[in-house]
């Protein structure tokens, strides 16, 4: 994997911005990951999200410790990890077409499973389920 290292020579000003650069780019480019880290940590982050992305609060410490254990389970006989959304696409003229946020959800769905394939190459198996 890339790893990132930032030198700053020259002057006192940039010295002082270098722990705010390294953390953007740890956000910006999280495979910047450093040897010994936790994978399956790193792959449960990655499906939780930041709240820039996620709607509400993290889950519970409790559900975190389940998800490890799947995540680990998964790493651990190479299939992928799964994840079930529920959805309620409730249209006034049912199936008449996607909206934006739907493909926006659904552009996020396809960006996680990029990401985690950079620590874990089989990946997320999605699975949407349509409930009305």
Do not use: H, W
């Not at 990132?4 to 740890?26: C, N, W």
């Not at 040897?35 to 930041?50: A, R, T, V």
């Not at 680990?72 to 994840?83: F, L, R, T």
């Amino acid at each position: 994997m890339t790893q990132f290292k930032i030198k700053f020579t020259g002057s006192q000003l940039a010295e002082m911005y270098r722990p705010s650069v390294e953390e953007f780019i740890k956000t910006i480019y999280p495979s910047a990951i450093q040897p010994g880290d936790d994978i399956s940590q790193i792959i449960m982050n990655e499906i939780i999200g930041s709240r820039n992305i996620r709607q509400g609060s993290k889950p519970s410490i409790e559900s975190q410790a389940e998800m490890i254990k799947i995540i680990k389970d998964c790493i651990s006989i190479g299939k992928p990890i799964p994840i079930l959304i529920g959805s309620g696409p409730k249209k006034t003229k049912s199936g008449e077409s996607l909206d934006l946020a739907e493909l926006s959800a659904l552009r996020i769905l396809y960006c996680a499973n990029e990401t985690v394939k950079k620590y874990y190459e089989p990946g997320l198996n999605i699975v949407i389920r349509l409930e009305d």
